[in-house]
């Protein structure tokens, strides 16, 4: 079942319930309030029988003064509504009945009329006829100075006088039927019209494949709904652009790739039986597998750093790690090598992902140094932040470079001629990330450059 078809099902159930439980309860109501309604009529019936008694036309000059004749009498003045009867008895049998045919005559059950006529004193009861239950109350009636005895008998027919409630109530019913199947279709049209970017999500997520991310949805409007959709395209946006990234990614990986591998095939191709020539060959074939695996590593490292498992934080110490590095520097390069600072903290991070990112901060350092220049590393930290930096005086990076030299494969304009493939700050810079935070270049051309890992660190650091 459709989540429209569901929603609009559970909806007119309820309104159904509701609907039944309201015309029951008027049903109920209107009963309660006729049968209250039929007993006062007998009250009010009785007392205009007294207020007739007492007065002076029920026994007007000339006239007979029986029992049978008075109630007579009353019975021609009093016309009854239709769902009611009136009828007398005199001297144990039925008489004379109000003038109106009643829905049924009760005066001919003998049974009945003998029953009530042995009441002496005034009586409710209720009765069942051929049109459903009657209540009927008689009043006993003896009149001075006539032998006879007498009663009065008023009917009220409470079965017929229903007809009208259940006319009211099967009105009701049908209004009601109809305002159900006139929701049913409003709320079939409103659901569809509401679920119809749902289902536009859904369309165009099963049209989305790896290869097309390229397709957004049409929003509208500012609900829920709205804000589904808003949400779904920015999640395609992210994807798109990490696809993206990845293809991009790819493809400089294998574009960088190919010059190396052609460098090795040319020279083993042009191989000759000269063993001198074929030491060379074979030093610059290694020198070349070297570069590659150099490249392969590190892009290797640049693909994991993404991943949650890229870091492996611990206990770090920060001085221990600024002066290991320090140590494991010195015999790269005949330079003058200093200690700027060291902050005595430990921190937790990964340790030897920060020594990885600081030695290659100082095979930069070196590439861009002469020998007798000065390279330096230095760590301090602050409340929130630990510093970690390797300083050059060498030549600095040139203007120029300084916005691109952090991305992979991007070189600086000074360094056309050595041998290195652009990793080495993409690689810094994502260790610094990786950690929450980032690389700061400080350079003057011809005067050096200072690479700073800027991380945030727990507050209260263990000093
Ligand atoms: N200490 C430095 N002084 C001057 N320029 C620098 C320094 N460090 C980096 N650069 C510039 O930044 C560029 C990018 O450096 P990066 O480490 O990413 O690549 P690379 O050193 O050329 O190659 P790789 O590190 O992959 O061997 C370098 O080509 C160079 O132009
Ligand atoms: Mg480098």
């Known amino acids: ?39 006062n009529e007998i009250a009010h019936e009785t007392g205009k029988l007294r207020a007739f008694l007492a007065s002076p036309d029920a026994r007007p000059a000339g006239q007979p003064a029986t029992v049978e004749a008075v109630l007579g009498r009353h019975l021609e003045r009093n ?23 009643p829905p049924v005559r009760l005066d001919t059950d003998p049974k009945f009329v003998a029953e009530l006529s042995r009441a002496t004193s005034p009586a ?11 209540r009927y109350g008689v009043v006993p009636v003896t009149i001075e100075g006539s032998p ?39 709320g079939w049209l409103v659901a569809g019209r509401i679920l119809a970017p749902v289902r536009e999500v859904r369309l165009a997520a099963e049209q989305i494949g790896e290869t097309d991310l390229s397709r957004r949805i049409e929003v509208r409007g500012s609900d829920d709904v709205a804000a589904l959709g808003r949400t779904f395209n920015t999640m395609l946006d992210r994807l798109e652009s990490a696809f993206a990234g990845q293809r991009d990614f790819i493809d400089d990986a294998g574009h960088e790739l190919r010059t190396p591998i052609t460098i090795v095939r040319g020279h083993i191709e042009l191989m000759g039986e000269d063993p001198e020539e074929n030491a060379e060959t074979r030093r610059l074939v290694l020198d070349e597998l070297g570069r590659m695996q150099r490249i392969v590593d590190d892009l290797l490292v640049l693909a994991k750093s993404g991943n949650p498992g890229f870091l492996a934080p611990g206990e770090t110490d920060l001085a221990d790690l600024t002066v290991e590095t320090l140590a494991k520097s010195r015999p790269l390069a005949d330079r003058v090598w200093r200690l700027d600072a060291v902050a005595e903290v430990k921190v937790r991070a990964d340790g030897q992902r920060l020594a990885q990112a600081l030695l290659q901060l100082v095979s930069n350092a070196v590439r861009h140094t002469s020998p007798g220049e000065e ?10 932040t630990a510093r970690l930096w390797v300083r050059d005086t ?13 991305d992979r494969f991007k070189r600086g304009s000074n360094s056309s001629g050595d041998d290195g493939a652009g990793l080495g700050l993409a690689i810094v ?8 935070g980032r690389v700061l270049l400080d350079t003057v051309p011809g005067e050096g450059a200072t690479f700073t890992m800027e991380i945030p660190v727990a507050e209260g650091a263990d000093r």
């Open 79 to 101: 016309l009854p509504e239709k769902y009611e009867t009136f009828f007398s008895i005199s001297d144990g049998a039925a008489s004379r009945r109000s003038a109106i045919e």
């Open 124 to 134: 409710y009861g209720t009765v069942t006829t051929a049109v459903g239950s009657a």
């Open 148 to 186: 006879g005895r007498g009663a009065l008998v008023i009917v009220e027919f409470v079965d017929h006088a229903a007809g009208e409630i259940n006319d009211v109530v099967g009105v009701m019913a049908a209004m009601s039927g109809a305002a159900l199947v006139l929701a049913g279709l409003i």
């Open 1 to 39: 079942m459709s989540a429209r078809a569901r929603i609009l099902a559970w909806v007119l159930l309820v309104v159904l319930l509701a609907l039944a439980g309201s015309l029951l309860a008027t049903r109920t109501v209107l009963h309660n309030q006729l049968d209250q309604r039929l007993d």
């Open 429 to 436: 810079a994502a260790i610094a990330e990786a950690h929450g």
């Open 375 to 384: 390279i330096a590393l230095g760590s301090e930290v602050t409340a929130t």
């Open 394 to 406: 060498g030549e600095g990076v040139p203007p120029d470079s300084r916005s691109r030299i952090f």
